[in-house]
């Protein structure tokens, strides 16, 4: 079951904790330790419709923690948890338990905020455990990052880093869409934006001057950058086949609806910023509370993330593959070079 499951990919430690007082059903997976031995990634509450769902989701983001740490050269390996159960109905001693549950592994395994865990949650749990850390909003730091992989994109794309008259289409103008904007704003770039919240559109176009556009119509905007900011899933053969820009390059997680969009984009002549580069400003000052670094290193290895975009463009250019090949091989490359190190 475990073993065998679509997602296991090796994983180095896969544990289920049962807590009978508060009904706690939980799993932590650890993909990879890094160098210093410990592995991050966040907390999950899903009312997931059976076990083995959640142990393909925990598994799958797991795996992808790891390329996510590796690529951003932080210290840390790839893990995750899940909590099976409604989130609404979570409780201070269920938090308690998932945080004497992430104790258990003395370390090995660090959690953090995610869907349907807040920063209060988080807090709740390092009550039991030191190895929980919340790290405050992520969003202002990964709207950098974004802004920052944008910037790459247009350089490798455009011939230009300058984003003074480009245009760009903002799906979702939440914590980290609207961060965005306001940076892409002060550069000159010429703003459209898409939600399903009307206030949050208002104030885009009055605070930033965006043209608000249906939420059908995004995709197919003439832009050169089209930057998804909201859920996951939404690059697929029907927005590709609508959209007219020649960069994708946002802050949402999971954005291709499957990997094999990544070939699809490559033969359209589209450059896609793959979306755990791109997003990574939010873990990087997480891990700033893990690893110990000031907010001046969380900000300038935020920065980095135009060079690393840069460089796997390049592998990408260089080796005929995709984006997404290229960061997974930038990742492997840069994790095995800190391995090493670190065994010396
Ligand atoms: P958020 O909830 O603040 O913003 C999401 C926005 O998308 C909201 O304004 C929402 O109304 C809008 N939206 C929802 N459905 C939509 C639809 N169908 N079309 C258009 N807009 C829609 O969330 P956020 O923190 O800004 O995160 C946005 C994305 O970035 C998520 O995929 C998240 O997983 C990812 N991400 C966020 C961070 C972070 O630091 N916040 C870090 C890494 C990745």
Redesign the pocket.
């Known amino acids: 079951m475990v073993f065998s499951a679509p997602s296991f990919d090796d994983h180095e430690k896969v544990v289920f904790g049962y807590d009978e007082a508060t009904g706690l059903k939980a799993i932590i997976a650890i993909h990879r330790k890094g160098p210093k031995g410990r592995a991050l990634g966040g907390c999950r509450m899903v009312d997931y419709k059976s076990e083995e769902e959640a142990l393909n989701d925990v598994l799958r983001l797991s795996r992808g923690m790891t390329f996510k740490s590796a690529v951003s050269g932080l210290a840390l390996g790839g893990a995750k948890s899940v909590i099976m159960g409604d989130p609404a109905k979570k409780t201070p001693e269920l938090l308690r338990a998932m945080g004497k549950f992430v104790d258990s592994l003395g370390g090995a395994y660090y959690t953090s905020v995610d869907?349907g865990i807040s920063a209060d949650d988080v807090d709740v749990m390092s009550s039991v455990t030191k190895y929980a850390v919340s790290g405050g909003?992520?969003?202002?730091?990964?709207?950098l990052g974004v802004y920052q992989g944008i910037k790459a994109a247009t350089k490798a794309k455009l011939g230009s880093n300058d984003l003074n008259g480009i245009r760009v289409a903002i799906?979702?103008?939440?914590?980290?869409?609207?961060?965005l904007a306001e940076y892409l704003a002060q550069e000159g770039a010429e703003i459209f934006v898409?939600?399903?919240?009307a206030a949050?559109l208002d104030k885009a176009a009055q605070e930033l001057g965006a043209h608000v556009v249906d939420?059908d119509a995004?995709w197919d905007q003439n832009v050169d950058i089209i930057a998804?900011?909201?859920?996951?899933a939404?690059v697929n053969d029907d927005t590709i086949a609508q959209m007219r820009a020649s960069i994708i390059a946002?802050?949402?997680?999971?954005?291709l609806a499957h990997d094999g969009l990544a070939e699809v984009l490559k033969d359209k002549g589209v450059l896609y910023a793959p979306?755990y580069v791109i997003?990574?400003?939010?873990?990087i000052?997480v891990d700033s509370h893990v690893d110990m670094f000031s907010e001046d290193e969380v900000r300038s290895r935020t920065m980095g993330i135009y060079d690393t975009l840069l460089r796997i463009f390049e592998r990408a250019e260089r080796d005929n593959i995709t984006t997404l090949k290229a960061a997974e091989d930038e990742a492997i490359a840069r994790m095995n070079a800190a391995m090493a190190e670190a065994a010396e």
Do not use: E, F
Not at 137 to 143: I, Q, Y
Not at 171 to 179: A, C, D, E, H, S
Not at 228 to 232: Q, R, V, W
Not at 250 to 255: I, L, R, S, T
């Open positions: 869907v909003d992520p969003s202002p730091m990964t709207a799906q979702g103008i939440g914590k980290v869409g609207y961060g898409a939600d399903v919240n949050a939420l995004i998804p900011c909201a859920l996951g939404s946002g802050g949402a997680n999971n954005q979306d997003n990574a400003g939010g873990v000052q």
